[in-house]
C-alpha cells in the first residue's frame, strides 16, 4: 500500500513542478524580450527543459517569436527571441462610478488594446439596471480588438466581500448587499455574451485596484499609500509590494477617518469625516456649484485654471483637509511615500500646496520631504487599468491552466 501511494502522488508531483517551472519562465519573458538560452541561464533549468517549456507555453499562445536575440558576445549564431504573445489570452476590466461606466481589455503585454467609457449617472439606480449597461459595454469592447479574455475583473465605489464578489455597501451609489458577481453574469448572458459570463470573475474595491495599478504600472516605491477620489475618498496601502486589506477587506477608508469630529454629519453615521471637507459633494458646495453635474473633476479643474477664487478656496480647503487625514495615516503606517490619485492627481496643482503644509507641520515622528508626495500618471484610468492588468498578471503567475487547455 505504501509503493501504491508513493507512485500514485508522484504524476501530481511532477505536474506540479511543470506548472512551477511554466510560470517560472514565462515570468522571464514578463520581464521583456528573452532567447531560450538566456532564460535557461536566468532560471538554472537545462537548456532542453526550457526549450519543451517554451513549446508548450507557445503552443498555448502565450509566447511567440519576435526576432534574432540580442548578441551576447558568444561564438556562433545568436538565437531567436521570444517574447509575450500580444494576440495571447487578455484581460478584461470593467469599471462602475457613480457618474460613470468603463470597459477596457489590455494584452499580455499589459498594453491597451480597447477602452471605452461611457457618461451615466448611477447613483440611485438599481444593480440591475446598472449591470445591464456595463455588461453591453463589457461585450462591445471585448469585441473590438479580437483577443479572447482569460478573466474580468470590476471595479466599484463600495466596500467588497471578496469571497464571493457581494457588494456590502457602496454609499454614493445607495447599493448594500448586492451579490455583483452573481448578478453581473446573469447580465452578461442576457447581453448575448455567455462567453464572458463564464470567465473568472473578481469584483474589488476602486481604491484598491488604482492602489495595485500604481504599484504594477507606476514609477514609485513598492511602500506607499495612494490617496484617490472619485465621489467618495479612497486609500490603498501598498508595503513591500502587497496590497494590505485589513481583517475583513475594509482597509483604506480613508473617507471617513475624522477630520474635525465635532464637523458636520456623514452618511456613514460619523461626524467630522474627512469626506465632509474633500469629497465630491463637499468641494462642489464650498465652491458653489453644488447643483453642477457631470464631471465633477473637470469642472474643477477647468474654473481653478481659469481663476475662480470659490473654486480655487474650495480646493485649498480640501487640501488642507487631506494633509491633515495624510499626515494621521504617515505617522501611524510610516510607508515611504504618498501618491495622489483618482481625481485628486487632476486636481493636484491647488490640493498639493496645502497638503505640503500639513504634512510639514504634522509629521513630526519622522522626517518628512516634500518629494515625498507625488502624482499618480495613471490619474482616472488606475482602477481600470488595475482591474485588466490583475487578469494578466494571473495569467503569467500561473500559466499551466492554460497550457493544459491547449493540450
Do not use: K
Not at 499562445?61 to 558576445?73: D, F, T, Y
Not at 509590494?241 to 460619523?270: F, K, N, T
Amino acid at each position: 500500500m505504501r509503493d501504491t501511494a508513493t507512485r500514485r502522488a508522484r504524476p501530481a508531483s511532477q505536474q506540479g513542478m511543470r506548472r512551477a517551472n511554466l510560470a517560472l519562465v514565462l515570468g522571464e519573458f514578463a520581464a521583456g524580450p528573452r532567447s531560450r538560452a538566456e532564460v535557461a541561464a536566468a532560471t538554472g533549468l537545462t537548456r532542453a527543459a526550457v526549450s519543451s517549456l517554451v513549446d508548450e507555453l507557445s503552443a498555448a499562445g502565450l509566447v511567440a517569436e519576435c526576432g534574432p536575440a540580442v548578441p551576447s558576445g558568444r561564438v556562433g549564431r545568436p538565437g531567436t527571441a521570444l517574447a509575450l504573445d500580444p494576440q495571447g489570452p487578455a484581460g478584461l476590466g470593467g469599471e462602475i462610478g457613480v457618474e460613470h461606466l468603463a470597459a477596457c481589455v489590455v494584452d499580455l503585454r499589459g498594453e491597451v488594446r480597447a477602452w471605452l467609457r461611457r457618461d451615466v449617472p448611477n447613483r440611485g439606480r438599481t444593480p440591475a439596471a446598472v449591470l445591464a449597461d456595463l455588461a453591453a459595454l463589457l461585450r462591445e469592447v471585448a469585441g473590438t480588438c479580437g483577443l479572447e479574455p482569460a478573466g474580468l475583473a470590476v471595479a466599484v465605489p463600495g466596500l467588497v466581500g471578496a469571497a464571493d464578489g457581494t457588494v456590502e455597501r457602496a454609499a454614493n451609489l445607495g447599493w448594500s448587499d448586492v451579490p455583483l458577481a452573481a448578478e453581473l453574469r446573469r447580465a452578461l448572458r442576457g447581453a448575448g455574451a455567455a462567453g464572458l459570463a463564464g470567465l473568472p470573475l473578481d469584483v474589488d474595491n476602486e481604491a484598491n485596484l488604482g492602489g495595485l495599478a500604481e504599484l504594477w504600472l507606476g514609477e514609485g516605491p513598492d511602500d506607499f499609500l495612494h490617496l484617490s477620489a472619485e465621489a467618495g475618498i479612497g486609500a490603498a496601502l501598498v508595503v513591500d509590494g502587497r496590497l494590505l486589506r485589513g481583517a475583513r477587506g475594509y482597509a483604506g477608508e480613508i473617507g471617513h477617518l475624522p477630520v474635525h469630529p465635532d464637523g458636520p454629519p456623514c452618511p456613514c453615521g460619523a461626524r467630522g469625516c474627512l469626506e465632509q471637507y474633500a469629497g465630491e459633494a463637499a468641494v462642489l458646495r464650498a465652491a458653489g456649484l453644488a447643483d453642477a453635474g457631470g464631471d465633477w473633476v473637470a469642472l474643477l479643474a477647468r474654473r481653478a485654471a481659469d481663476g475662480d477664487p470659490a473654486v480655487r478656496a474650495a480646493l485649498t480647503g480640501a487640501g488642507t483637509a487631506l494633509g491633515v487625514a495624510a499626515a494621521g495615516s504617515v505617522n501611524l503606517l510610516d510607508p515611504a511615500a504618498l501618491v495622489l490619485g483618482g481625481g485628486y492627481a487632476e486636481l493636484a496643482e491647488w490640493l498639493l500646496p496645502a497638503m505640503r503644509a500639513e504634512l510639514a507641520a504634522r509629521v513630526t515622528v519622522r522626517a518628512w520631504r516634500d518629494d515625498w508626495l507625488s502624482v499618480s500618471r495613471l490619474g482616472r484610468r488606475g482602477p481600470l487599468l488595475g482591474a485588466a492588468t490583475g487578469v494578466v498578471r494571473a495569467v503569467v503567475a500561473d500559466p499551466g491552466r492554460f497550457a493544459a487547455a491547449e493540450g
